[in-house]
């Protein structure tokens, strides 16, 4: 049979080409997948004017209502009229709401930068329609009408008066807020005929729930003691009265004796409350299944034979708690915590109450881990479970109790930690990749030593095993264990002290995060040292190299990552705040604050990317030097018929690029925040340094001539006669000499050059063997 020869040049290549293929597939494969848009849903066929089609129906904006949101559910903007000199301009107010003149007060008064003037747009005969405009005097404050509400003739004035100067919530101080919200308490108490000021004191209290949470400071008594009192005036004017504003809605039933339950859901829109998603009914056998329904009561009563009539029962439902002021539950992140009540009238028997929670909150950011049904108990100031039990899951926030007063549901959450997938495909075959080949060349090192005769044995094994065991750390141990913690609600009903729960301690990710800290810095340590190690032999050709060289190297090569790891350890990390160094999502070091911004204090900063881009700056000016001066040079003095081919060059600047890392620099391009480019950058880090144990094994031990050598003889030894494999090598050797007290310690390039050229210890006139 004819025979065949094995060029090695087209061995490599044919051997890179798949390795390289089947990754840039794999890559490409997973991007689609990943990137692959789902079917669009028939939103735009069915809902007008921006509204959202889910669950089977139309989700409108505020300005629209309707079945395909195609109603107006606003006023047009509007200009008023006083006289050909005066006049106020007002923009666009959604129906039920109140808008505000763009005309200030002027800067001499007190109420500088107030709105002059408000009016209210109202649905008459199912058309919105502006209200007549009311004026406010600037040069009064609350604390004056506040005083002039006792015997007042004009209530309505005094209502649309504290309205307006508290259109502005972000100004208010804590003095404003007692103030305005005893003036509207004052008013539905005493004057709950007064239908425009009742509306107008709603509005004022909704207006008063957007204040600066830093403004309800319950050290303060009287203020204490005002939204106490104001809650439960709210609750009283419930049972007859009605008002919706964005922030609190107050809506009432009247029961037919017969009745046995009643009923009220609510549904905000864009965060806000709507009359049209305010609902009331009686005779409800259950709660409904609806996720989009945010907070739904049902009561259970029974009317005493003693009563006659029809019975009532009043609804008041608040957007946030910051009339609510907890002294042991403490919150930390921004959502919304509505509190629903109910009141009866006498000769209604409250037998239970259930209720249902759909609380919105950015599930992207926090998951729910736990919660509490609890009530206001006025007599401590503060939640309480009395009475309450919780019989829902994270999905569904049911609750049953037996009194009607305030209620809510306290929550916990956990931060929503993208916790890392499992290994993808291309990491997991360039990993397994390079670990192999990283065992091959560290075995190979060390037991051809004597037979290569030259020692560069040391520098190179060590940068193979600090890679080998982070590659393996990096498999086994870069997952998280917490991804998998996914527990149930707690049974127990007990009153929970913070909104948030910080993730369990897990020592072992800790460990983890320090091994791969370590191990990474040291596989860039020796990558320093290996340039630093190139440099002396080919550019400084310096010949004795110092004593206790290798000890020296690997002083440094163990022992500096090991000071910055131990510092940095000793700097962020303490009992309780693990994450001050480490990730959640996955055992590494941490980046990101709490805000999410990447920021300097954390140590994925200082102690790695400084750390690395330092180094990695040091190898470029290195490979660079080598490659223009030493592989790139055009050498006369060579002794060989034959020049370095392009081919040589090429493979001999690979090697050197990859026992340097310099491919580690397309991680620092990942930063680059542009998507497109950070995907290109991204597939290349993936593929470059998934695979970088097994680039150093193809280029320092499968084209060695010694390697082929034994390759040649385990063929023959499996018996091929028929397919003779012949591998063809030239060689240029360093010559080693040993003196008393110094070693000569010469580079052999024939571990990263196919056709070897090396200077010999007495001068610059290279050799062949």
């Known amino acids: 049979m004819p025979s065949i020869r094995w060029d090695r040049r087209a061995l490599i290549v044919i051997i890179f080409g798949i390795v390289t293929a089947v990754l840039w ?82 800067k001499s008064t007190v109420n500088a930068g107030t709105p002059r003037a408000s009016r209210k747009c109202s649905k008459i005969g199912g058309k919105p329609t502006l209200d007549d405009v009311k004026f406010v005097d600037c040069s009064m404050n609350l604390q004056i009408l506040q005083n002039q509400l006792s015997g007042s003739d004009n209530i309505s004035s005094i209502a649309s008066n504290t309205q307006i100067l508290t259109s502005e919530p972000e100004k208010l101080t804590t003095e404003n807020i007692s103030t305005a919200a005893d003036i509207a308490g004052q008013i539905l108490k005493n004057y709950s005929q007064e239908a425009t000021a009742t509306v107008a004191a709603v509005a004022t209290i909704s207006q008063l729930l957007d204040a600066r949470e830093s403004e309800f400071n319950f050290a303060d008594n009287n203020l204490t003691n005002i939204t106490a009192s104001l809650t439960q005036t709210l609750e009283k004017f419930s049972l007859n009265g009605s008002a919706v504003q964005p922030n609190i809605a107050v809506n009432h039933i009247s029961l037919k004796p017969t009745a046995t339950t009643a009923f009220f859901s609510a549904q905000t829109v864009s965060g806000s409350l709507q009359s049209e998603n305010i609902k009331v009914d009686e005779n409800v056998s259950d709660l409904k299944t609806d996720n989009d ?168 094994v060590s940068l193979c095993t600090s890679m080998l065991i982070f590659n393996i750390i990096f498999i086994f141990g870069i997952d998280n264990s917490n991804a998998k913690n996914n527990t149930a609600v707690s049974t127990n009903n007990t009153v929970l002290d913070s909104d948030r729960v910080d993730p369990p301690e897990n020592a072992l990710c800790t460990a983890v995060a320090v091994l791969l800290h370590y191990f990474l810095l040291a596989t860039f340590m020796w990558t320093a040292l290996n340039s630093a190690h190139l440099y002396l032999l080919l550019l400084k050709t310096l010949r004795p190299i110092p004593g206790h060289f290798t000890l020296i190297m690997s002083i440094i090569g163990w022992g500096v990552p090991a000071v910055v790891v131990a510092i940095t350890l000793g700097a962020t990390y303490r009992e309780g705040k693990q994450l001050n160094y480490r990730q959640e999502e996955f055992c590494w070091l941490a980046v990101l604050d709490d805000k999410g911004e990447v920021s300097i204090k954390k140590p994925m900063i200082g102690a790695f990317l400084l750390v690395v881009a330092v180094i990695l700056l040091f190898n470029i000016i290195i490979f660079v030097k080598i490659t223009v001066f030493v592989m790139w040079k055009k050498d006369t003095n060579l002794t060989s018929n034959k020049k370095k081919s392009f081919t040589t060059k090429i493979f001999g600047t690979l090697s050197i690029a990859v026992v340097l890392g310099i491919t580690w620099v397309l991680g620092y391009m990942m930063l680059i925040n542009q998507e497109a480019t950070n995907i290109v950058f991204s597939i ?78 007495n001068d610059q006139t290279p050799t062949k063997n």
Not at 63 to 80: H, M, T
Not at 445 to 458: A, G, M, P, Y
Not at 723 to 750: M, V
Request: hydrophobic share 35%; proline share 2%; glycine share 6%.
């Open 293 to 460: 329904t945010e907070v739904q009561i049902l009561i259970n009563v029974t009317r005493k034979s003693s009563s006659s009539g029809d019975g009532s029962i009043g609804f008041v439902l608040y957007q946030n708690d910051k009339f609510f002021q907890s002294k042991n539950y403490k919150t930390h992140f921004n959502h919304a915590k509505q509190i629903i009540s109910g009141n009866v009238v006498d000769g209604t028997v409250v037998n239970d109450v259930k209720m249902v929670f759909n609380p919105k909150y950015d599930a992207s950011e926090m998951l729910l881990h736990d919660y509490a049904c609890v009530f206001w108990d006025y007599s401590a100031n503060d939640w309480s479970t009395t009475g309450c039990t919780k019989e829902g899951n994270k999905t569904e926030l049911r609750c049953r109790c037996n009194h009607t007063t305030g209620f809510a549901v306290l929550m916990s959450f956990k931060i929503n930690y993208k916790y890392a997938k499992p290994l993808e495909i291309v990491s997991n075959i360039g990993s397994g990749f390079s670990i192999a080949g990283l065992v091959i060349t560290i075995l190979f090192q060390i037991l051809t030593r004597k037979t290569r005769k030259f020692s560069v044995t040391w520098m190179l």
């Open 25 to 106: 597939i794999l890559c490409i494969w997973q991007l689609v997948l990943r990137y692959k848009t789902e079917t669009s849903s028939p939103s735009s066929l069915i809902c007008g004017n921006k509204g959202e089609y889910k669950n089977g129906r139309c989700f409108c904006p505020e300005e629209w209502i309707g079945q395909r949101c195609e109603i107006v559910n606003f006023c047009e903007n509007s200009i008023y009229q006083v006289n050909s000199s005066v006049k106020f301009t007002f923009t666009r107010i959604i129906v039920d709401r109140y808008g505000y003149s763009e005309e200030k007060c002027n």
């Open 684 to 761: 290349l880090f993936c593929i470059f340094n998934a695979t970088q144990g097994l680039q150093i094994c193809i280029l320092y031990t499968f084209r060695s001539p010694i390697f082929k050598k034994k390759v040649t003889e385990l063929f023959s030894y499996v018996s091929l006669p028929d397919i003779p494999i012949s591998l063809h090598s030239k060689t240029y050797y360093l010559l080693k000499f040993r003196y008393k007290k110094h070693t000569y310690e010469n580079f052999k390039p024939s571990e990263t050059f196919s056709e070897e050229t090396s200077f010999s210890s």
